[in-house]
């Protein structure tokens, strides 16, 4: 009896264990390739995995954010996939730029022509967007994700500040601030190339250093090493006259 309640009990135990370390499931996702900084282009990527492992992902619609309307976007073809830009008016017209924006883009679609985005794999679906506001420090794109058997799983939660992330997050893109004032790119480029030459002088310099420290003691134990053997020949000859 003892040793069944102690296998029962193990046996709980295992699947506690199971059950906290099983990963959560991957979700929708937009990544930009590179930096995504404010009042300029980005290419972004919307990342779509299988959680199933019995239907495929056959279609995906991004909706856009109209608080903050993109001018341009440009979806990159993608083989096995059509793809279709939905652009609507504006409630409110939006001054980007120095223009006003009567109508923006606010939803793409792509629907597989073949098997889809198979149980095991994930696809990339990349999109040039721009201009990226000034006066947001994130985007967030609510999106559907259908699978070949009609189930349809919604990404359109968004994450709250200071609370779990939701069951079903919208993909949210994260914006970088603009360059200092009269910064530019290859000054960055200028600024990150002095950093990796000091770098490597530093560590030439450690190098160099470490070589003749370990010359020095190399000395010093040949100079203590034939002390020695000059000390041993003399103990044994005074031992011998003894």
């Known amino acids: 009896m003892k040793t069944s309640r102690i296998a029962a009990a193990a046996a709980?135990?295992?699947s506690a264990v199971l059950v906290l370390s099983s990963p959560a499931f991957a979700h929708?996702?937009?990544?930009?390739?590179?930096?995504?900084?404010?009042?300029?282009?980005?290419?972004?990527?919307?990342?779509v995995?299988?959680?199933?492992?019995?239907?495929?992902?056959?279609?995906?619609e991004v909706n856009f954010p109209?608080?903050?309307?993109?001018?341009?976007?440009?979806?990159?073809?993608?083989?096995?996939?059509?793809?279709?830009?939905?652009?609507?008016?504006?409630?409110?017209p939006a001054e980007m730029h120095g223009e006003t924006i009567t109508e923006a883009v606010t939803k793409v679609t792509w629907t597989a022509t073949g098997k889809g985005v198979e149980p095991g794999y994930f696809q990339k679906f990349p999109v040039s967007v721009?201009?990226?506001?000034?006066?947001?420090?994130?985007?967030?794109?609510?999106?559907?994700q259908t699978y070949s058997d009609k189930q349809v799983v919604r990404w359109i939660e968004v994450q709250k500040d200071g609370e779990e992330e939701p069951e079903n997050p919208a993909p949210t893109l994260a914006l970088t601030a603009a360059p200092a004032s009269g910064a530019t790119a290859?000054?960055?480029?200028?600024?990150?190339?002095?950093?990796e030459t000091t770098a490597s002088d530093s560590t030439s310099s450690s190098a160099d250093s470490s070589d003749t420290t370990a010359r020095v003691l190399g000395v010093v134990g040949?100079?203590?090493?034939?002390?020695?053997?000059?000390y041993g020949v003399l103990a044994g000859r005074r031992r011998t006259t003894v």
């Open 186 to 195: 290859e000054d960055a480029s200028d600024k990150d190339a002095k950093t």
């Open 49 to 60: 995995p299988n959680e199933r492992d019995d239907a495929s992902t056959t279609k995906l």
């Open 130 to 144: 721009g201009m990226l506001p000034t006066d947001a420090d994130q985007l967030v794109f609510k999106a559907l």
């Open 222 to 230: 040949i100079a203590v090493g034939a002390a020695g053997v000059a």
């Open 66 to 92: 109209t608080d903050h309307p993109l001018a341009s976007v440009m979806p990159e073809p993608i083989s096995g996939w059509t793809v279709k830009v939905t652009k609507s008016k504006l409630a409110k």
């Open 28 to 47: 929708v996702s937009v990544q930009p390739e590179g930096a995504a900084v404010k009042g300029g282009y980005a290419v972004v990527d919307f990342k």
């Open 12 to 14: 709980v135990a295992g």
